[in-house]
């Protein structure tokens, strides 16, 4: 009986350890039986608009763009996301279908979870499930102050913001300042205006040094006076 006790102490703290053990990047950084890594090529469709949504993605090199088609077959663009951001959650909320279509923008590598993986990886896993839901909460507020950008602020201010956002300026991680080469037509769904009126703005930010735009897009901190700016 006591030799019964005994293993069942030890089984327990080979648990627990195992548990202490999880580490979310690790998870996210390699594939397993209900993940998997994918590599995407620059334009390639990751997933259309009416597909099935079964997974639950995540970005760890490159970027996507995110954009819905309306009945007239007007595109709009929701997002561009990229390394370290979660895509196509609606599943875990119970959307049959994808409501977009995710299109990669670079050379992209992403981990497709399974829908039945992400649920128990977030019921299992509170530093996992940590991490989702401040990336979540994180989106919303970004979601919220797009909104706000987009009643009150100028085309210029946008625009500004946009590339910032892009940089992921203001984040914990280090800001990228280089990224790839954007199509002015894509900037100019997110910002809300026209390619003109991009092109206009963007060869004013060279001119001022705010910006480098030569194959890739280099982007300087100092393009945050545009948004300060009254």
Not at 14 to 22: D, E, G, H, L, Y
Not at 65 to 77: D, F, I, M, P, Q
Not at 126 to 146: G, K, Q, V, W
Request: glycine residues 6%; proline residues 3%.
């Amino acid at each position: 009986m006591q030799t019964l006790r005994t293993s069942a102490k030890i089984r327990s703290k080979i648990k627990s350890a195992q548990k202490r053990a999880f580490d979310p990047q690790v998870f996210l950084d390699s594939a397993g039986v209900a993940r998997k890594v994918t590599e995407f090529e620059n334009k390639e469709t990751i997933f259309s608009q009416g597909d099935p949504a079964e997974e639950v993605l995540y970005i760890q090199k490159g970027g996507v763009r995110l954009s819905v088609v309306n009945e007239a077959g007007k595109e709009a663009v929701v997002a561009v996301l990229g390394p370290g951001d979660f895509f196509g959650e609606g599943c875990l909320a119970g959307q049959p279908i994808r409501v977009g279509t995710a299109t990669a923008i670079a050379a992209t590598t992403a981990l497709a979870i399974e829908k039945q993986e992400m649920i128990r990886v977030l019921h299992d896993e509170h530093a996992f499930s940590d991490r989702f839901i401040t990336y979540m909460l994180s989106r919303n507020i970004r979601i919220e102050e797009d909104l706000v950008n987009q009643l009150f602020n100028s085309s210029e201010k946008r625009l500004a913001r946009t590339l910032l956002l892009l940089a992921r300026y203001g984040t914990q991680d280090k800001p990228q300042r280089v990224l790839p080469k954007i199509p002015q037509e894509t900037l100019a769904e997110m910002v809300g205006t026209t390619r003109s009126r991009v092109n206009f703005f963007m060869n004013k930010f060279r001119k001022l040094g705010f910006i480098k735009y030569n194959g890739v897009l280099q982007i300087d901190t100092s393009l945050l006076s545009v948004i300060l700016h009254d």
